[in-house]
């Protein structure tokens, strides 16, 4: 039989990429990110932010300008608290501590669904404000005629981040690094050239600033300028909104992990704080004033440009970088996104189909979705940064609040196993602080300018994964009840002679042993009576997201799988039949079954294939969408391969 791929599949594996070998042992390091590649992949979020996030928070003050001091120093305070409540998160949450992680383990399931929910859309959301933030720094400098093209161009980046994403993520990772260490070389120049090169006019700025506060004291009072500030720093929460990646990254990164993580945390505090309080310090330094059609960030590069050789192209390739390195900073919504997805699915909030990974190892049908639902989101807005920065500040700082809540609440509880837990508490404490205050402001200030939005979003996700919970809590409370009398139809021996490979067999295809497997083989015996001589039992061992850890938990589920069929074997055995069992470890169910099943035919010629599927009274398109139709879809393969293969009803009533 030919094994020619079709020419979809060529023309796929060109887009997307050869299959990656699961026997291969080093497939997880090979994966896996260092420090750098971490920074890039998930650190662009964080570091991208400072093109926006100060930006916000410079426009929101208006004519007190001289305030933004007083943000450059909170905002840098901000960044060190919460990438410190994060690092201590790394260290108790070894294995991966994002939000829905933290929440659902110290403050229980439904802050963990809320923390998830907030998470998922947080990361839509960062895709969709990551391009739209690229397409505001690229028309920064174009040609004004252009700006039609805008969200055309936003989109059509959305959809190469999908292929590339599809392909697998640490590719996507080393095709963008170089555009990350053009832009940290532009911006560090900018800044420091506009630091330095303002130091003669220094005194008058202190002046300025020092004039500003005693005249806007006395003009709209201490209590207003306070007002003013705190409105400011919380609209400017933009800029910490990529921090709890690298938490929630953990899973890829490379051993030792936890080590790799907090040192990945620490380049991303470091860079971030830098550039954001920066850039805030330059728009004060260069008295930075909006201009249409262009970010602060264009106008503080042209405006410190300006008498300087080749100051144009420096502007170019600056905001150039700056707008490559925002749609980097998406990846962290194709990175994390999907993750949450998957986790969520694995514990069954979500549709289990989310945990699946694709032959690519990659979770597709999570990149999917999370690119699909940013191109919904970014024509919605019309690619509108501050509409959708409200949108986006809103869930992320709903999951840094529930996270480091969880943490104080955490380490109050066990102080007394705890070393330096009066730190622990104190840094938890501002930090708790800082997120919960950003996050009340902002949804007071903007509820009716997007804020509304995201928050009905959210509780729509929270509802529906409570819908989805339900529903595979009924339908397994309904298999447990599910009674299946084999004992009956056991004989007083069990039959431990050689298989006879030549007589009729019915190959049964299994997950783990169970009542829908019972039921399963005693309907083929009460269907077919005295038919088949033989029973072999075949399963493949699907390697999900919640499997996907490292070598050893493949191997754990290779065991497992050989543990489950040797059962069904002796419950063959005790029935007076033959039996045997094959598997395989695969990514899908499908495809890796029509292999197996065409091998098991060649070893057994005269058989016949059987598979158990459940039925509900009421099926509605839901069913679809929560239970898999790989029943349907292992049967066409089968008979176009001219293999017979029989699907068995099971009523769950």
Not at 83 to 92: H, K, P, T
Not at 431 to 438: E, Q, R, S, Y
Request: include cysteine; hydrophobic fraction near 50%.
């Amino acid at each position: 039989m030919s094994t020619e791929p079709s020419f979809s599949n060529r023309v796929r594996n060109v887009i997307i990429g050869q299959p990656k070998p699961l026997g291969d042992s080093s497939i997880f390091h090979k994966l896996a990110l260092v420090p750098f590649l971490a920074w890039v992949g998930l650190g662009a979020d964080g570091l991208s932010s400072s093109s926006y996030g100060p930006d916000e928070a410079y426009r929101t003050l208006g004519e007190h300008t001289y305030l933004a001091i007083l943000l450059v120093i909170l905002m840098a305070f901000t960044i060190i608290v919460i990438s410190a409540c994060y690092s201590r998160i790394i260290e108790d949450f070894p294995h991966g501590g994002g939000g829905y992680v933290v929440a659902s383990k110290l403050l229980g399931r439904k802050s963990g669904v809320l923390s998830g929910s907030a998470l998922l859309v947080d990361y839509i959301l960062t895709i969709t404000t990551s391009i739209a933030g690229a397409g505001d720094a690229l028309f920064s400098f174009l040609p004004p005629t252009w700006i039609a093209h805008k969200l055309a161009l936003e989109a059509f980046f959305i959809v190469a981040l999908i292929v590339l994403n599809l392909r697998g993520v640490k590719e996507s990772v080393l095709f963008l690094a170089p555009i990350f260490i053009i832009f940290l070389i532009t911006h560090v120049i900018a800044i420091l050239g506009g630091i330095l090169g303002h130091i003669p006019e220094m005194q008058a700025t202190v002046t300025t600033v020092h004039t500003g506060f005693v005249t806007g004291g006395s003009t709209i009072g201490w209590a207003a300028l306070l007002m003013l500030l705190v409105h400011a720093y919380s609209l400017g929460g933009g800029t910490y909104t990529g921090i709890e990646a690298v938490s929630n990254g953990l899973p890829i990164m490379r051993e030792p992990r936890v080590h790799t993580a907090k040192r990945t945390m620490i380049y991303m505090a470091i860079s971030l704080a830098f550039t954001a309080s920066g850039l805030l310090l330059c728009y004060l330094l260069w008295k930075v004033q909006p201009v249409d059609g262009k970010t602060l960030n264009a106008v503080l590069f042209e405006k410190m440009t300006t008498n300087i050789p080749f100051g144009g192209v420096f502007v170019i390739v600056s905001l150039l970088a700056e707008g490559l390195l925002l749609i980097v900073a998406a990846q962290t919504g194709f990175i994390d996104g999907p993750r949450v997805l998957a986790n969520m699915a694995v514990d069954s909030w979500l549709p289990r189909r989310f945990a699946a990974l694709s032959d690519r190892l990659t979770t597709g049908n999570g990149i999917l979705l999370m690119g699909g639902a940013a191109l919904a989101a970014l024509f919605y807005t019309d690619g509108d940064i501050s509409h959708l920065l409200v949108m986006y500040s809103i869930n992320v700082f709903l999951t840094f609040s529930l996270s480091i809540f969880g943490m104080l609440k955490h380490y109050i509880e066990e102080r007394k196993t705890k070393v330096h837990w009066k730190k622990a508490v104190a840094l938890f404490t501002v930090g708790f602080v800082f997120c919960a205050t950003i996050l009340v402001i902002t949804i007071t200030e903007k509820f009716m300018h997007g804020g509304w939005v995201t928050l009905m979003i959210t509780t729509l996700l929270v509802s529906l994964c409570f819908w989805v919970k339900s529903h595979y809590v009924d339908v397994a409370t309904k298999l447990r009840h599910l009674h299946v009398d084999m004992k009956s139809l056991y004989l007083p021996e069990p039959n431990l002679q050689p298989i006879d490979v030549k007589a009729r067999t019915a190959v049964v295809l299994v997950g783990g042993y169970g009542s829908l497997g019972l039921q399963t083989i005693k309907n083929i015996l009460t269907t077919f009576p005295g038919v088949y001589k033989n029973l072999v039992f075949v399963s493949v061992a699907v390697i999900d997201s919640g499997v996907f850890k490292g070598q050893d938990a493949i191997d754990h589920l290779k065991i497992e799988t050989e543990t489950t069929l040797r059962k069904y074997q002796t419950t063959a055995q005790r029935l007076g039949l033959g039996a045997a069992a094959r598997f395989a470890v695969g990514t899908e169910i499908a495809e890796t079954g029509n292999d197996l099943c065409i091998k098991v035919r060649e070893e057994f010629p005269n058989s016949t294939f059987f598979t158990g599927k459940l039925i509900f009274e009421k099926e509605s398109w839901s069913h679809r969408i929560l239970h898999n139709e790989t029943a349907y879809g292992l049967q066409k393969r089968l008979q176009w391969s001219g293999l017979t293969m029989v699907i068995l009803p099971i009523k769950l009533t």
